[in-house]
């Protein structure tokens, strides 16, 4: 029986509001609702799943989800506009990494435009709504052929 492909989800701050934070930027649909569709529509993968709104307990999270997934697809937040501890928590593993955003955010404000995290990503799906999980999933898929 083929291996089980293991993905890790992290989201950063506020993204515990989804389905009712700006529902006209970010839709209305709660992420559990959507990791649950995923779920059921990838059975070849096994999903964790981790959300905080606290830089320190994401980057504690990289590092232990690093050890032990494929591939990992972190939409950071605001925290990817800002923080150099997570940019160099990405750097320093050697898991994958693909930036997510749920909004485009170079069609947001000029700050937006800037991602420290980004460098340190092998790609970057961005404005596609919470489909851009699944584009980012997508790559982990076909990088991962036997699996
Ligand atoms: C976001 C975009 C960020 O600029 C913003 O701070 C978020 C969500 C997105 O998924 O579109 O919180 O990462």
């Known amino acids: 029986m083929a291996e089980l492909i293991k993905i890790a989800i992290v989201n950063g701050p506020n993204l515990n509001l989804l389905g009712t934070r700006e529902p006209e930027v970010y839709g209305s649909q709660t992420f559990e609702a959507y990791l649950s569709e995923l779920r059921q529509k990838y059975a070849s993968v096994e999903f964790s799943y981790f959300q905080s709104n606290v830089e320190g307990e994401l980057i504690n999270k990289l590092h232990e989800f690093a050890a ?23 750097a320093a593993i050697k898991c994958p990494v693909i930036e997510i955003h749920i909004s485009n955010i170079f069609a947001r404000e000029d700050y937006r435009h800037v991602s420290f995290v980004g460098s340190y990503c092998i790609g970057s799906v961005s404005g596609f709504g919470l489909q851009s999980y699944e584009l980012g999933l997508q790559h982990f898929l076909m990088a991962n052929p036997g699996k």
């Open 68 to 90: 032990a997934h494929d591939g990992i697809l972190l939409n950071a937040a605001a925290y990817t506009h800002t923080s150099v501890a997570i940019a160099d928590a990405v």
